[in-house]
């Protein structure tokens, strides 16, 4: 059991292993992701989802506080 | 408690903005980075699908067991599905100007089709309000839905298959075929269908739990 939740995490991680680029290929932004700060843009996107869940999460308490009065 | 489901969808949709910016695409022209979009823009009307689907499931459920709460859920489903086609609609605003160069063309049949499954459905929330008796409004309400989500269904899923759309997949184009054997594409496209679902569940279920206190309070 705990083997194949390891795997399934593990097979998150096969991204990682890039393929090799042709010189004319499409423009693609290739370069920015590793000199372009594009993990401060990827935090961002983090903040501001974790903010909503966050804020999700407030009102199910809310509710759930709700249902026990009822 | 937050149920487990819950937490996936969260981690299911963070992985997908993290690897999503990160993970490595086809290099294709036109579309360039914005490919990325099928990860965030696709799995949204996913789960306005799955609302819709949700919905029509309660409203049969009512029909054949008269059974009031399924009404509340049935409602609540299709509210949370036309929530999330706000988001589909305006994200595809956005990847069309930048792809096809224009926000919106009525030429596509996938436009037109979701355009109308919209009206169709705002139809069922009006129809709705209009009716007064609670056992009636649910009863219409029901049949009702199920016809929607036919219509909808014929609109967006059959109708652009049928004729020429710009869209992948539809009238000739091939579907994911190009990047669908794209593996880096696939195990990020995946967590995020499900991860929307799962999330679009979750909205659904907050807000199903208010109707119901809302209805028993109404009934005391």
Same mark, same amino acid.
């Given at each position: 059991m705990?083997n194949k939740?390891?795997i399934?995490?593990?097979?998150?991680?096969?991204?990682?292993?890039?393929?090799?680029?042709?010189?004319?290929?499409?423009?693609?932004?290739?370069?920015?992701?590793?000199?372009?700060k594009?993990?401060?843009?990827?935090?961002?996107?983090?903040i501001?989802f974790?903010?909503?869940?966050?804020?999700?999460?407030?009102?199910?308490?809310k509710?759930?506080?709700?249902?026990?009065?009822? | 408690m937050?149920?487990?489901?819950?937490?996936?969808?969260?981690?299911?949709?963070?992985?997908?903005?993290?690897?999503?910016?990160?993970?490595?695409?086809?290099?294709?022209?036109?579309?360039?980075?914005?490919?990325?979009?099928?990860? $965030?823009?696709?799995?949204?009307?996913?789960?306005?699908?799955?609302?819709?689907?949700?919905?029509?499931?309660?409203?049969?459920?009512?029909?054949?067991?008269?059974?009031?709460?399924?009404d509340?859920?049935?409602?609540?489903a299709?509210?949370?599905g036309?929530?999330?086609?706000?988001?589909g609609?305006?994200?595809?605003?956005?990847?069309a100007?930048?792809?096809?160069?224009?926000?919106?063309?009525?030429e596509?049949? +996938?436009?037109?089709?979701?355009?109308?499954?919209?009206? =169709?459905?705002?139809?069922?929330?009006?129809?709705?309000?209009?009716i007064?008796?609670?056992q +009636?409004?649910?009863?219409i309400?029901?049949? $009702?839905?199920?016809?929607?989500?036919?219509?909808?269904?014929?609109? =967006?899923?059959?109708?652009?298959?049928?004729?020429?759309?710009?869209?992948?997949?539809?009238?000739?184009?091939?579907?994911?075929?190009?990047y669908?054997?794209?593996l880096n594409m696939?195990?990020?496209?995946?967590?995020?269908? =499900?991860?929307? =679902?799962?999330?679009s569940?979750?909205?659904l279920d907050v807000?199903?739990?208010?109707?119901?206190?809302?209805?028993?309070?109404?009934?005391?």
């Amino acid at each position: 059991m705990n083997n194949k939740i390891v795997i399934f995490l593990a097979s998150f991680l096969l991204p990682l292993i890039g393929k090799a680029q042709d010189a004319t290929s499409p423009q693609m932004a290739d370069t920015f992701r590793s000199e372009g700060k594009i993990y401060v843009v990827i935090a961002v996107l983090a903040i501001v989802f974790l903010c909503i869940v966050a804020y999700l999460i407030y009102i199910d308490i809310k509710v759930k506080k709700l249902e026990n009065k009822n | 408690m937050i149920k487990w489901w819950k937490i996936l969808s969260v981690i299911l949709i963070l992985y997908t903005l993290v690897w999503g910016m990160l993970g490595s695409v086809p290099h294709l022209d036109i579309l360039n980075e914005t490919i990325r979009n099928v990860y $965030y823009h696709v799995p949204i009307w996913f789960a306005m699908l799955f609302q819709m689907g949700y919905s029509v499931v309660y409203a049969i459920k009512h029909l054949s067991k008269d059974d009031f709460n399924s009404d509340i859920v049935s409602e609540q489903a299709a509210q949370t599905g036309l929530f999330f086609a706000i988001p589909g609609l305006l994200t595809g605003c956005m990847w069309a100007k930048f792809t096809w160069g224009t926000w919106w063309t009525f030429e596509d049949p +996938k436009l037109n089709g979701v355009a109308i499954a919209v009206l =169709i459905y705002l139809a069922y929330f009006i129809l709705r309000s209009s009716i007064e008796d609670e056992q +009636k409004r649910a009863r219409i309400a029901a049949v $009702y839905n199920i016809f929607a989500f036919v219509m909808m269904f014929v609109f =967006i899923m059959i109708l652009p298959r049928l004729t020429d759309s710009l869209h992948p997949g539809n009238g000739g184009n091939p579907a994911f075929g190009k990047y669908d054997l794209d593996l880096n594409m696939r195990i990020v496209f995946y967590p995020a269908v =499900i991860g929307w =679902i799962l999330f679009s569940l979750w909205i659904l279920d907050v807000k199903k739990r208010v109707a119901l206190i809302n209805h028993k309070r109404n009934e005391q």
